[in-house]
Antibody, heavy 119, light 107 residues
Framework: QVQLQESGPGLVKPSETLSLTCTVSGDPITSYYWSWIRQPPGKGLEWIGY???????KYNPSLEGRVTMSKDAYKKQFYLKLTSVTAADTATYYC?????????????WGQGISVTVSS | DIQMTQSPSSVSASVGDRVTITCRASQPVMNYLNWFQQRPGKAPKLLIY???ILQSGVPSRFAGNGSGTDFTLTIMSLQREDSAIYYC?????????FGGGTRVEIK
């Protein structure tokens, strides 16, 4: 059974870089799309982007220029970096597996990690 | 970006009732439409993908329908554990976008 677990700092200072890791257990990290989604407190869901292989990424244009995704198949981890953060980036960040044969439905999610941007 | 509009924003119904949530896309998404359930403090859970295909393990009282721009999620006999926020999401064209959510409450 595939499980995902986010990790990283819960507090980031404004203008700094938010770095998160998602660790995959129970399945190889190949052959799927691996996504990041965030949810500001009390608000809806925003897709940040996905990474497919080491060269194939797609980001939400609303965050383009600030977001970078990468992965390490050997460690079964994938990563999110978001630069120049502001209070508007305060959210719960989820990693998820996106499956092409499920019409790109996200069938496995991490539990989420709450990140606050504050000095 | 494709905008997803859900209605109603909230609904209150009794156990056993039939509840229908609608989702409209700003442009056609074929049947690349997914529905998620999010309980308080939890990650979203995939209920339906491809507009009408029930995800493994999801109770059969959930049903999805639609194609193109107009979609529905129906809970055919509401149960207490269905109290949650429901989101539609289009996966036809990046950026993937979600509807604003529909809160389902039990009377």
């Amino acid at each position: 059974q595939v499980q995902l677990q986010e990790s990283g700092p819960g507090l980031v200072k404004p203008s700094e870089t938010l770095s998160l890791t998602c660790t995959v257990s129970g399945d190889p990290i190949t052959s799927y799309y691996w996504s990041w989604i965030r949810q500001p407190p009390g608000k809806g869901l925003e897709w940040i982007g996905y990474i497919y292989d080491s060269r194939s990424t797609k980001y939400n244009p609303s965050l383009e220029g600030r977001v970078t995704m990468s992965k390490d198949a050997y460690k079964k981890q994938f990563y999110l970096k978001l630069t120049s953060v502001t209070a508007a980036d305060t959210a719960t960040y989820y990693c998820a597996r996106e499956v092409e044969r499920l019409f790109h439905g996200m069938d496995v999610w991490g539990q989420g990690i709450s990140v606050t941007v504050s000095s | 970006d494709i905008q997803m509009t859900q209605s109603p924003s909230s609904v209150s119904a009794s156990v056993g009732d039939r509840v229908t949530i609608t989702c409209r896309a700003s442009q056609p998404v074929m049947n690349y439409l997914n529905w998620f359930q999010q309980r308080p403090g939890k990650a979203p859970k995939l209920l339906i993908y491809g507009a009408s295909i029930l995800q493994s393990g999801v109770p059969s009282r959930f049903a999805g329908n639609g194609s193109g721009t107009d979609f529905t999620l129906t809970i055919m006999s509401l149960q207490r554990e269905d109290s949650a926020i429901y989101y539609c999401q289009q996966s036809s064209s990046p950026p993937l976008t979600f509807g604003g959510g529909t809160r389902v409450e039990i009377k």
